[in-house]
């Protein structure tokens, strides 16, 4: 079978460099969180479950196309698996190249090498035929250079979403962003530049896909990063996928012990307006609203958030808080470190919720819901999770024992002696459950 191969035009046009996140929320109260499509979040440390694509960017009569070819593996230097634990700083950007949500692996998508590359990733997935309400939630961060191009010539970064058993594109989840000399709040020039046009980056945004009304559908999620079409000018990003495809309303299920609720809308909307019920009383904007005392159960409120010009649907949402906040703290079962490998404890972690580890000795991040540990001796760790204002809590504990087995040698006796004196030496190794002597590569029966 032929290898596919693709010509996908730029299905977006903007003339200002717009970096925007578009996001629906998926209205409902549930007990717990909802796992995602195997390995989207890149957690295996691979790219298993996606597919690869490379080739080039073209201005064909006035069009951005990605003339792209399905790669049977990813491709060294343009679709790079980034590990948290040795991430550093972006050199352009000067922030973390690791995703901010606490994962252990992202992907960066291109390069800056320029060369007109494009490239890509696509992620398949079909949603439950019984979840109506679904959304994914990734994460961010690009590096553009500025030059003066046209518009379809300019460096970019593309996000589509498909539904593949419907056709069709799903509204307000598809963009282009494209540097064309300005930048959006958010934004900045780096002090940096590795030709005569700027560079502008964008540290990490969260953005919410919604979902609803896709029940059984066939959803393809696809990532695509491009030079600019004069082949001097690069354009690369980093993408991670959060591991929580609930889409409820942080705060719509609170504890009925806080002294408050904090009800969170999603990020990235240029304005967001708080009303009652049925929208007769205005109560607050911002991206989250705090209630104080906590309504009572049933409460209704709609939040109305408009898009920034040009990118996305103006959308009214709609939250009924419940006092059934329910979790139980998972801290993960007794597990062992062999010479201070890391181990993964707890699980992902669950919106709205506040998590610490005692003691935190050996840990990535006691305040991380799933840190990785090397605890240098046995250790036994507290899990202790907590609404936001402590009026529910729940702890667990795990014990992740640590087997160090040592290389060094001690010598009892002489180290130097003459043959036929009498003296000898005795060598000793640390004691382990099994311990083979060699001499010379020989192996040594006693």
């Given amino acids: 079978m032929a290898t596919p191969r693709c010509k996908i035009p730029s299905i977006f046009s903007r003339a200002w460099l717009l970096l925007f996140a578009v996001y629906g929320l998926l209205v409902h109260n549930v007990a717990k969180s909802q796992s995602c499509p195997p390995n989207i979040d890149f957690e295996k440390g691979t790219l298993e479950g996606w597919r690869f694509f490379t ?164 959803i393809r999620l696809t990532f695509r990063t491009g030079d600019c079409t004069f082949r001097r000018h690069f354009g690369y990003a980093y993408i991670d996928v959060a591991s929580d495809c609930s889409g409820e309303f942080t705060g719509a299920s609170f504890c009925a012990k806080d002294p408050e609720v904090t009800v969170s809308a999603p990020f990235g909307f240029k304005t967001y307006t708080w009303f009652n019920a049925d929208m007769t009383q205005q109560i607050g904007t911002g991206q989250s609203i705090t209630l104080r005392p906590p309504p009572p159960p049933g409460t209704v409120l709609q939040v109305r958030l408009e898009p920034f010009e040009g990118f996305g649907c103006p959308q009214t949402l709609t939250a009924r808080l419940e006092d059934n906040l329910n979790f139980a703290a998972k801290a993960g079962a007794d597990t062992l470190s062999c010479n201070l490998a890391p181990v993964r404890l707890g699980e992902p972690a669950r919106p709205g919720l506040l998590y610490r580890w005692n003691p935190p000795d050996g840990l990535s991040n006691d305040l991380a819901a799933n840190p990785i540990a090397t605890p240098g001796v046995t250790t036994q760790y507290i899990l202790t999770v907590t609404s936001p204002g402590g009026g529910c809590v729940s702890a667990d504990t795990v014990t992740v024992t640590a087997s160090n087995l040592g290389n060094s040698l001690q010598v009892l006796g002489k180290p130097q002696y003459c043959i036929g004196s009498g003296d000898s030496a005795v060598l000793v190794v640390s004691n382990a459950q099994q311990i083979q002597w060699y001499k010379n590569g020989v192996v040594l029966v006693g």
């Fill in 55 to 218: 080739g080039s960017v073209l201005d064909q009569g006035g069009i951005n196309v990605f003339d792209l070819t399905e790669s049977p593996t990813p491709e060294p230097g343009r679709h790079t698996i980034v590990p948290a634990a040795t991430a550093g700083l972006d050199p352009f950007g000067n922030f973390p190249m690791r995703s901010p949500n606490g994962s252990d692996y992202c992907v960066m998508l291109g390069n800056n090498t320029g060369g007109g590359q494009g490239e890509a990733i696509s992620y398949e997935f079909t949603i439950p035929a019984n979840r109506n309400t679904y959304s994914l939630l990734y994460y961010y961060a690009v590096v553009f250079e500025g030059p003066n191009h046209e518009e379809q010539q300019q460096p970019r970064m593309e996000i589509e979403v498909q539904n593949i058993t419907k056709g069709s594109s799903v509204e307000c989840a598809s963009f282009a962003f494209i540097p064309f000399g300005t930048t959006l709040p958010g934004f900045f020039e780096s002090p940096i530049a590795q030709s005569t046009a700027p560079v502008y980056c964008k540290d990490w945004t969260p953005v919410t896909i919604n979902l609803d009304g896709n029940a059984g559908s066939t």
